[in-house]
Protein backbone atom coordinates (compact mmCIF):
# COMPACT_ATOMS: atom_id res chain seq x y z
CA UNK A 1 0.00 0.00 0.00
CA UNK A 2 2.98 2.40 1.03
CA UNK A 3 4.01 2.27 -2.42
CA UNK A 4 0.81 2.84 -4.50
CA UNK A 5 0.68 6.32 -1.40
CA UNK A 6 4.26 7.27 -2.90
CA UNK A 7 2.95 6.91 -6.45
CA UNK A 8 -0.87 8.67 -6.46
CA UNK A 9 -1.23 10.23 -3.18
CA UNK A 10 -2.92 13.94 -4.52
CA UNK A 11 -2.69 13.54 -8.13
CA UNK A 12 -5.82 12.83 -10.35
CA UNK A 13 -5.97 9.03 -11.72
CA UNK A 14 -7.98 8.06 -14.37
CA UNK A 15 -9.36 5.14 -13.68
CA UNK A 16 -10.50 2.17 -16.67
CA UNK A 17 -13.69 0.84 -14.69
CA UNK A 18 -15.22 -1.79 -16.39
CA UNK A 19 -18.18 -2.27 -14.30
CA UNK A 20 -16.59 -5.54 -12.95
CA UNK A 21 -15.02 -6.56 -9.14
CA UNK A 22 -11.79 -5.79 -9.87
CA UNK A 23 -11.81 -2.38 -11.28
CA UNK A 24 -14.34 -1.23 -8.79
CA UNK A 25 -11.94 -2.76 -5.64
CA UNK A 26 -9.15 -0.89 -7.71
CA UNK A 27 -11.41 2.60 -7.40
CA UNK A 28 -11.16 1.92 -3.48
CA UNK A 29 -7.77 1.25 -3.32
CA UNK A 30 -6.72 4.45 -5.20
CA UNK A 31 -9.25 6.49 -2.83
CA UNK A 32 -7.44 5.07 0.12
CA UNK A 33 -4.06 5.78 -1.16
CA UNK A 34 -5.01 9.35 -1.07
CA UNK A 35 -5.46 9.74 -5.22
CA UNK A 36 -8.21 11.73 -6.49
CA UNK A 37 -10.06 9.23 -8.40
CA UNK A 38 -12.30 9.78 -11.97
CA UNK A 39 -13.54 6.88 -13.37
CA UNK A 40 -13.80 6.48 -17.41
CA UNK A 41 -15.70 3.50 -18.70
CA UNK A 42 -15.41 2.30 -22.35
CA UNK A 43 -17.54 1.21 -24.85
CA UNK A 44 -15.30 -0.52 -27.72
CA UNK A 45 -18.24 -2.85 -29.49
CA UNK A 46 -21.57 -2.08 -30.12
CA UNK A 47 -24.37 -5.25 -30.65
CA UNK A 48 -27.47 -4.63 -31.35
CA UNK A 49 -28.36 -8.54 -30.88
CA UNK A 50 -27.37 -8.30 -27.27
CA UNK A 51 -24.81 -10.76 -26.68
CA UNK A 52 -21.98 -8.11 -25.57
CA UNK A 53 -22.86 -7.30 -21.97
CA UNK A 54 -21.65 -3.26 -22.59
CA UNK A 55 -25.08 -2.02 -21.47
CA UNK A 56 -25.37 -4.18 -18.27
CA UNK A 57 -21.22 -2.98 -17.72
CA UNK A 58 -22.15 0.79 -18.00
CA UNK A 59 -25.03 0.28 -15.41
CA UNK A 60 -22.57 -1.38 -13.02
CA UNK A 61 -19.91 0.91 -13.44
CA UNK A 62 -22.51 3.77 -12.43
CA UNK A 63 -23.64 1.87 -9.61
CA UNK A 64 -19.90 1.27 -8.22
CA UNK A 65 -19.54 5.17 -8.37
CA UNK A 66 -22.79 6.18 -6.75
CA UNK A 67 -21.52 3.93 -4.12
CA UNK A 68 -17.57 5.13 -3.78
CA UNK A 69 -18.83 9.22 -4.75
CA UNK A 70 -16.71 9.42 -7.42
CA UNK A 71 -17.25 11.31 -11.03
CA UNK A 72 -17.73 8.61 -14.07
CA UNK A 73 -17.11 9.29 -17.53
CA UNK A 74 -18.10 7.34 -20.37
CA UNK A 75 -16.38 7.52 -24.09
CA UNK A 76 -17.32 5.04 -26.60
CA UNK A 77 -14.33 3.61 -29.05
CA UNK A 78 -16.27 1.26 -31.23
CA UNK A 79 -14.59 3.30 -34.28
CA UNK A 80 -11.11 2.56 -33.03
CA UNK A 81 -11.98 -0.64 -31.73
CA UNK A 82 -13.25 -2.02 -35.22
CA UNK A 83 -10.16 -0.51 -36.79
CA UNK A 84 -7.01 -1.38 -34.75
CA UNK A 85 -8.38 -4.58 -33.13
CA UNK A 86 -11.29 -6.04 -34.56
CA UNK A 87 -9.81 -5.85 -38.34
CA UNK A 88 -6.40 -7.60 -37.37
CA UNK A 89 -8.84 -10.36 -35.89
CA UNK A 90 -10.52 -11.19 -38.52
CA UNK A 91 -7.45 -11.06 -41.19
CA UNK A 92 -5.21 -13.42 -39.02
CA UNK A 93 -8.15 -15.82 -38.87
CA UNK A 94 -8.68 -15.23 -43.24
CA UNK A 95 -4.56 -16.29 -43.11
CA UNK A 96 -5.83 -19.56 -40.90
CA UNK A 97 -4.00 -18.07 -37.70
CA UNK A 98 -5.67 -17.85 -34.61
CA UNK A 99 -5.47 -14.85 -32.87
CA UNK A 100 -5.31 -12.99 -29.23
CA UNK A 101 -7.43 -9.76 -29.66
CA UNK A 102 -6.66 -8.99 -25.96
CA UNK A 103 -2.79 -8.12 -26.23
CA UNK A 104 -3.77 -5.89 -29.33
CA UNK A 105 -6.72 -4.00 -27.22
CA UNK A 106 -4.78 -3.55 -24.78
CA UNK A 107 -1.85 -1.55 -26.79
CA UNK A 108 -4.28 0.40 -28.73
CA UNK A 109 -7.33 0.78 -26.79
CA UNK A 110 -6.87 0.85 -23.17
CA UNK A 111 -3.31 2.20 -23.50
CA UNK A 112 -3.35 3.91 -26.49
CA UNK A 113 -7.01 5.81 -26.90
CA UNK A 114 -7.81 5.65 -23.19
CA UNK A 115 -4.61 6.98 -21.92
CA UNK A 116 -5.01 9.72 -24.59
CA UNK A 117 -8.63 10.76 -23.37
CA UNK A 118 -7.57 10.15 -19.66
CA UNK A 119 -5.01 13.04 -20.46
CA UNK A 120 -7.76 15.24 -21.97
CA UNK A 121 -9.53 14.50 -19.05
CA UNK A 122 -6.86 16.20 -16.88
CA UNK A 123 -5.66 12.89 -15.37
CA UNK A 124 -2.05 12.80 -14.46
CA UNK A 125 -1.97 8.58 -13.91
CA UNK A 126 -4.12 6.37 -15.14
CA UNK A 127 -5.21 2.83 -13.67
CA UNK A 128 -7.10 -0.42 -14.43
CA UNK A 129 -8.10 -3.40 -12.67
CA UNK A 130 -5.42 -6.00 -14.07
CA UNK A 131 -3.24 -8.53 -12.23
CA UNK A 132 0.51 -6.97 -12.55
CA UNK A 133 2.80 -4.91 -11.43
CA UNK A 134 4.47 -1.99 -12.93
CA UNK A 135 7.50 -0.28 -11.03
CA UNK A 136 9.80 2.47 -11.89
CA UNK A 137 13.67 2.65 -12.37
CA UNK A 138 15.13 5.75 -12.60
CA UNK A 139 12.13 7.27 -14.03
CA UNK A 140 11.73 3.78 -16.56
CA UNK A 141 8.70 1.49 -16.43
CA UNK A 142 9.16 -1.98 -15.32
CA UNK A 143 6.34 -4.71 -16.26
CA UNK A 144 5.96 -7.58 -13.31
CA UNK A 145 3.58 -10.34 -13.12
CA UNK A 146 1.13 -9.69 -10.85
CA UNK A 147 1.12 -11.35 -7.04
CA UNK A 148 -1.69 -14.21 -8.08
CA UNK A 149 -0.35 -16.44 -10.37
CA UNK A 150 -3.98 -17.68 -11.64
CA UNK A 151 -4.89 -13.98 -12.67
CA UNK A 152 -1.44 -13.07 -13.77
CA UNK A 153 -2.19 -10.61 -17.12
CA UNK A 154 1.45 -9.34 -17.70
CA UNK A 155 1.02 -12.04 -20.58
CA UNK A 156 -1.68 -9.22 -22.10
CA UNK A 157 0.33 -6.44 -21.02
CA UNK A 158 3.37 -7.43 -23.01
CA UNK A 159 3.04 -4.94 -25.69
CA UNK A 160 2.09 -1.98 -24.10
CA UNK A 161 4.99 0.28 -23.89
CA UNK A 162 7.29 1.53 -21.44
CA UNK A 163 5.96 5.33 -21.48
CA UNK A 164 2.58 3.98 -20.98
CA UNK A 165 3.13 2.08 -17.94
CA UNK A 166 5.10 4.89 -16.42
CA UNK A 167 2.01 6.99 -16.26
CA UNK A 168 -0.03 3.70 -15.44
CA UNK A 169 -0.49 2.01 -11.67
CA UNK A 170 -2.05 -1.50 -10.92
CA UNK A 171 -3.76 -1.20 -7.66
CA UNK A 172 -4.49 -4.75 -7.56
CA UNK A 173 -0.77 -6.24 -8.69
CA UNK A 174 0.06 -7.30 -5.54
CA UNK A 175 -3.32 -9.01 -4.43
CA UNK A 176 -5.44 -12.08 -4.87
CA UNK A 177 -8.58 -12.40 -5.97
CA UNK A 178 -10.07 -14.00 -2.98
CA UNK A 179 -8.94 -10.67 -1.04
CA UNK A 180 -10.10 -8.68 -4.03
CA UNK A 181 -13.45 -10.01 -3.74
CA UNK A 182 -13.64 -9.79 0.10
CA UNK A 183 -12.50 -6.35 0.05
CA UNK A 184 -15.38 -5.47 -2.67
CA UNK A 185 -17.70 -7.19 0.10
CA UNK A 186 -16.50 -5.14 3.22
CA UNK A 187 -16.86 -1.80 1.16
CA UNK A 188 -20.49 -2.67 0.02
CA UNK A 189 -19.78 -2.84 -3.74
CA UNK A 190 -22.61 -4.37 -5.50
CA UNK A 191 -20.71 -6.20 -8.05
CA UNK A 192 -18.33 -8.29 -5.11
CA UNK A 193 -19.97 -11.45 -6.56
CA UNK A 194 -20.01 -10.57 -10.26
CA UNK A 195 -18.87 -13.71 -12.59
CA UNK A 196 -14.93 -12.46 -14.25
CA UNK A 197 -15.78 -11.87 -17.76
CA UNK A 198 -14.42 -14.88 -20.04
CA UNK A 199 -14.22 -14.74 -23.41
CA UNK A 200 -13.85 -11.77 -26.07
CA UNK A 201 -16.93 -9.42 -25.49
CA UNK A 202 -17.50 -9.09 -28.89
CA UNK A 203 -18.45 -12.86 -29.62
CA UNK A 204 -20.55 -12.90 -26.51
CA UNK A 205 -22.72 -16.09 -25.35
CA UNK A 206 -23.08 -16.73 -29.29
CA UNK A 207 -21.36 -19.84 -30.58
CA UNK A 208 -18.47 -18.95 -32.33
CA UNK A 209 -18.76 -20.03 -35.28
CA UNK A 210 -22.15 -18.20 -36.05
CA UNK A 211 -19.98 -15.21 -35.18
CA UNK A 212 -17.15 -15.66 -37.30
CA UNK A 213 -19.03 -16.94 -40.36
CA UNK A 214 -21.18 -13.41 -40.46
CA UNK A 215 -17.91 -11.90 -41.56
CA UNK A 216 -15.95 -14.81 -42.80
CA UNK A 217 -17.36 -17.21 -45.74
CA UNK A 218 -16.75 -20.61 -44.45
CA UNK A 219 -15.08 -22.65 -46.65
CA UNK A 220 -16.08 -26.74 -46.15
CA UNK A 221 -13.35 -29.39 -46.79
CA UNK A 222 -11.89 -32.83 -46.07
CA UNK A 223 -10.12 -33.79 -42.82
CA UNK A 224 -7.52 -36.22 -43.31
CA UNK A 225 -5.11 -38.45 -40.75
CA UNK A 226 -1.52 -37.75 -41.85
CA UNK A 227 -1.54 -40.69 -43.58
CA UNK A 228 -3.80 -39.66 -46.16
CA UNK A 229 -7.15 -41.01 -44.98
CA UNK A 230 -10.51 -38.82 -45.68
CA UNK A 231 -11.77 -38.65 -42.08
CA UNK A 232 -14.78 -36.47 -42.26
CA UNK A 233 -15.34 -33.06 -43.33
CA UNK A 234 -14.48 -29.78 -41.42
CA UNK A 235 -16.70 -26.44 -41.76
CA UNK A 236 -13.98 -24.35 -42.60
CA UNK A 237 -10.22 -24.18 -41.25
CA UNK A 238 -10.90 -20.90 -39.54
CA UNK A 239 -12.93 -22.52 -37.06
CA UNK A 240 -10.45 -25.03 -35.57
CA UNK A 241 -6.76 -24.60 -33.51
CA UNK A 242 -4.06 -26.76 -33.03
CA UNK A 243 -4.92 -29.37 -30.56
CA UNK A 244 -8.51 -28.71 -30.84
CA UNK A 245 -10.41 -32.03 -30.14
CA UNK A 246 -14.11 -31.07 -29.82
CA UNK A 247 -16.07 -30.67 -32.39
CA UNK A 248 -14.62 -32.42 -34.80
CA UNK A 249 -17.34 -34.98 -35.56
CA UNK A 250 -15.12 -38.09 -36.32
CA UNK A 251 -14.97 -39.95 -33.00
CA UNK A 252 -16.33 -43.85 -32.77
CA UNK A 253 -14.73 -45.05 -35.89
CA UNK A 254 -14.53 -48.81 -36.66
CA UNK A 255 -10.84 -48.04 -38.42
CA UNK A 256 -9.18 -46.63 -35.43
CA UNK A 257 -8.91 -46.72 -31.93
CA UNK A 258 -10.68 -45.32 -28.93
CA UNK A 259 -8.14 -42.70 -28.49
CA UNK A 260 -9.38 -38.74 -29.10
CA UNK A 261 -8.80 -37.03 -32.14
CA UNK A 262 -6.71 -33.69 -32.08
CA UNK A 263 -5.93 -30.88 -35.04
CA UNK A 264 -2.42 -31.20 -35.75
CA UNK A 265 -2.23 -28.79 -38.40
CA UNK A 266 -4.03 -27.36 -41.19
CA UNK A 267 -2.85 -27.48 -45.06
CA UNK A 268 -4.69 -24.15 -46.22
CA UNK A 269 -3.87 -24.74 -49.84
CA UNK A 270 -5.50 -27.53 -49.98
CA UNK A 271 -8.19 -26.55 -47.74
CA UNK A 272 -7.30 -29.55 -45.09
CA UNK A 273 -8.06 -30.12 -41.72
CA UNK A 274 -5.37 -32.65 -40.28
CA UNK A 275 -5.70 -34.62 -37.38
CA UNK A 276 -4.56 -37.33 -35.64
CA UNK A 277 -5.34 -39.67 -32.23
CA UNK A 278 -3.90 -39.62 -29.06
CA UNK A 279 -1.27 -38.13 -27.38
CA UNK A 280 0.50 -37.32 -30.87
CA UNK A 281 4.06 -35.88 -31.48
CA UNK A 282 2.95 -34.04 -34.25
CA UNK A 283 1.38 -31.16 -31.79
CA UNK A 284 5.13 -31.43 -30.75
CA UNK A 285 7.26 -28.63 -31.46
CA UNK A 286 10.84 -27.48 -29.91
CA UNK A 287 11.30 -24.36 -31.95
CA UNK A 288 9.82 -21.36 -33.32
CA UNK A 289 10.07 -18.22 -35.39
CA UNK A 290 8.10 -15.27 -34.04
CA UNK A 291 7.47 -11.58 -35.56
CA UNK A 292 7.07 -8.36 -35.18
CA UNK A 293 8.43 -7.97 -31.47
CA UNK A 294 7.53 -5.76 -28.76
CA UNK A 295 9.71 -5.30 -25.81
CA UNK A 296 8.42 -2.71 -22.43
CA UNK A 297 11.70 -0.61 -22.36
CA UNK A 298 15.14 -1.64 -24.55
CA UNK A 299 15.44 -4.90 -25.86
CA UNK A 300 17.37 -7.23 -24.49
CA UNK A 301 20.50 -8.21 -25.88
CA UNK A 302 19.75 -11.78 -27.96
CA UNK A 303 22.63 -13.29 -29.13
CA UNK A 304 21.53 -16.84 -27.77
CA UNK A 305 20.08 -15.03 -24.48
CA UNK A 306 18.73 -17.37 -21.85
CA UNK A 307 14.95 -16.60 -21.28
CA UNK A 308 11.84 -18.14 -20.08
CA UNK A 309 8.17 -17.97 -21.83
CA UNK A 310 5.08 -18.69 -22.51
CA UNK A 311 3.23 -19.31 -25.46
CA UNK A 312 -0.46 -19.31 -24.10
CA UNK A 313 -1.91 -18.06 -21.09
CA UNK A 314 -1.32 -19.29 -17.34
CA UNK A 315 1.35 -21.57 -18.77
CA UNK A 316 4.38 -22.36 -16.64
CA UNK A 317 7.78 -20.43 -17.39
CA UNK A 318 9.53 -22.44 -20.25
CA UNK A 319 13.40 -22.52 -20.30
CA UNK A 320 14.37 -21.42 -23.74
CA UNK A 321 17.20 -19.34 -25.66
CA UNK A 322 16.50 -17.07 -27.97
CA UNK A 323 18.07 -15.59 -30.93
CA UNK A 324 17.68 -12.34 -33.09
CA UNK A 325 17.42 -12.57 -37.25
CA UNK A 326 18.87 -11.21 -39.78
CA UNK A 327 15.39 -10.06 -40.81
CA UNK A 328 14.22 -8.84 -37.11
CA UNK A 329 12.53 -11.69 -36.41
CA UNK A 330 13.34 -13.80 -33.50
CA UNK A 331 14.46 -17.82 -33.38
CA UNK A 332 13.24 -19.49 -30.09
CA UNK A 333 14.16 -22.52 -28.58
CA UNK A 334 12.75 -24.47 -26.09
CA UNK A 335 14.49 -26.85 -23.28
CA UNK A 336 11.80 -29.00 -23.45
CA UNK A 337 9.24 -30.08 -26.52
CA UNK A 338 6.12 -28.12 -26.61
CA UNK A 339 2.48 -28.81 -27.40
CA UNK A 340 -0.14 -27.09 -30.03
CA UNK A 341 2.05 -23.75 -30.35
CA UNK A 342 0.00 -22.09 -32.84
CA UNK A 343 0.68 -19.24 -35.44
CA UNK A 344 -0.98 -15.75 -34.56
CA UNK A 345 -0.97 -16.23 -30.97
CA UNK A 346 1.84 -14.32 -28.36
CA UNK A 347 4.89 -15.92 -27.23
CA UNK A 348 6.08 -13.63 -23.87
CA UNK A 349 9.13 -13.59 -22.42
CA UNK A 350 10.46 -12.96 -18.82
CA UNK A 351 13.47 -12.92 -16.76
CA UNK A 352 12.00 -14.58 -13.16
CA UNK A 353 9.02 -12.37 -12.24
CA UNK A 354 9.89 -9.48 -14.75
CA UNK A 355 8.10 -9.55 -18.24
CA UNK A 356 10.26 -8.27 -20.84
CA UNK A 357 8.23 -8.27 -23.78
CA UNK A 358 6.94 -10.67 -26.84
CA UNK A 359 6.36 -11.56 -30.73
CA UNK A 360 3.75 -13.37 -32.84
CA UNK A 361 4.11 -16.91 -33.01
CA UNK A 362 4.60 -17.03 -36.95
CA UNK A 363 6.10 -20.19 -37.47
CA UNK A 364 6.40 -23.44 -35.80
CA UNK A 365 9.54 -26.13 -35.94
CA UNK A 366 8.56 -29.69 -35.29
CA UNK A 367 10.48 -32.18 -33.52
CA UNK A 368 9.38 -35.23 -35.91
CA UNK A 369 10.78 -34.39 -39.14
CA UNK A 370 10.59 -37.98 -40.35
CA UNK A 371 7.20 -38.03 -40.00
CA UNK A 372 6.57 -35.06 -41.77
CA UNK A 373 8.46 -36.61 -44.57
CA UNK A 374 6.95 -40.13 -44.75
CA UNK A 375 3.64 -37.99 -45.25
CA UNK A 376 4.40 -35.31 -46.98
CA UNK A 377 3.32 -33.00 -44.32
CA UNK A 378 5.13 -29.14 -43.89
CA UNK A 379 7.72 -29.60 -41.22
CA UNK A 380 7.22 -25.48 -40.20
CA UNK A 381 3.76 -25.23 -39.20
CA UNK A 382 2.47 -21.29 -40.65
CA UNK A 383 -1.74 -21.38 -39.59
Not at 147 to 173: C, I, M, R, W
Not at 213 to 241: C, K, Q, V, W
Not at 253 to 263: F, S, T
Amino acid sequence: MKILEDRVAGRKVILGLSGGVDSAVAAVLLARAGAEVEALHMTNWEDDEGYCTAAEDLQDARRICDRLEIPLHHVNFAKEYRERVFEYFLAEYRAGRTPNPDVLCNREIKFGAFRRYAKRLGGELLATGHYARSELDGGRAALFKGADPNKDQSYFLHAVSADALAETVFPLGTLVKDEVRLLAREHGLPVYGKKDSTGICFIGERPFREFLSTYLPANPGPIRSPDGRTLGEHGGLMFYTLGQRQGLGIGGRKDAGDAPWYVVDKDLDANTLIVDQGDSRRLMSNALIASDPSWVGDAPALDDARLAAKVRYRQDDQPCRVRSLADGRLEVRFDEPQRAVTPGQYIVFYAGERCLGGAVIDRVERNIPSLEAEHNLPRHATN
